[in-house]
């Protein structure tokens, strides 16, 4: 197959969602033709539209799935987007279970009373559960 035909194949095969080092072994290309191709600025660059028109088609989905969940009174699907898009504001917010494990903190405070940190670790205690 000659090159031309190659690229047009790698097109395809990254219009789909392979990678493009995927879409080379596909096209059977040699190691000298995935050098030529990767120094070939308008090759990466279709190479680019290509993987982000999938990303756009892949998200339009995802978004119409979202709408249809929302539809149908469930709310998932808005939780994650708006964890990816906006972790700092609506990340997930980790819990530990402290129940069963020793409730002795370590304090890294100068000056820190021994009064004050059995009030601190009383407090920690109720604030987690324990007793």
Same mark, same amino acid.
């Given at each position: 197959?000659? @090159?031309? +035909?190659?690229? %047009?194949?790698?097109? %395809?095969?990254?219009?789909?969602?392979?990678?493009?080092? /995927?879409?080379? @072994?596909?096209? $059977?290309? !040699?190691? $000298?033709?995935?050098?030529?191709?990767?120094?070939?600025?308008?090759?990466?660059? /279709?190479? =680019?539209?290509?993987?982000?028109?999938?990303? #756009?088609? @892949?998200? $339009?989905?995802? &978004?119409?799935?979202?709408?249809?969940? *929302? +539809?149908?009174?469930?709310?998932?699907?808005?939780?994650? #987007?708006?964890?990816? @898009?906006?972790? &700092?504001?609506?990340? +997930? *917010?980790?819990?530990?279970? !402290?129940?069963?494990?020793?409730?002795?903190?370590?304090? &890294?405070? &100068?000056?820190?009373?021994? =009064?004050?940190? +059995? #009030?601190?670790?009383?407090?920690?205690?109720?604030?987690?559960?324990?007793?």
């Amino acid at each position: 197959m000659d @090159l031309g +035909k190659k690229k %047009e194949l790698i097109y %395809e095969c990254v219009r789909l969602g392979m990678s493009l080092s /995927r879409a080379f @072994l596909l096209a $059977e290309c !040699t190691i $000298e033709e995935e050098t030529t191709l990767e120094a070939d600025k308008d090759f990466m660059r /279709r190479v =680019e539209i290509k993987t982000a028109s999938k990303e #756009r088609e @892949l998200l $339009e989905l995802h &978004d119409q799935a979202i709408n249809t969940a *929302v +539809k149908r009174g469930e709310s998932k699907g808005i939780q994650w #987007r708006l964890e990816k @898009l906006n972790p &700092d504001d609506f990340g +997930k *917010v980790e819990t530990h279970n !402290t129940k069963n494990t020793n409730m002795n903190m370590d304090y &890294d405070m &100068d000056n820190i009373t021994d =009064e004050e940190k +059995k #009030r601190l670790d009383k407090e920690l205690k109720i604030l987690y559960g324990g007793k």
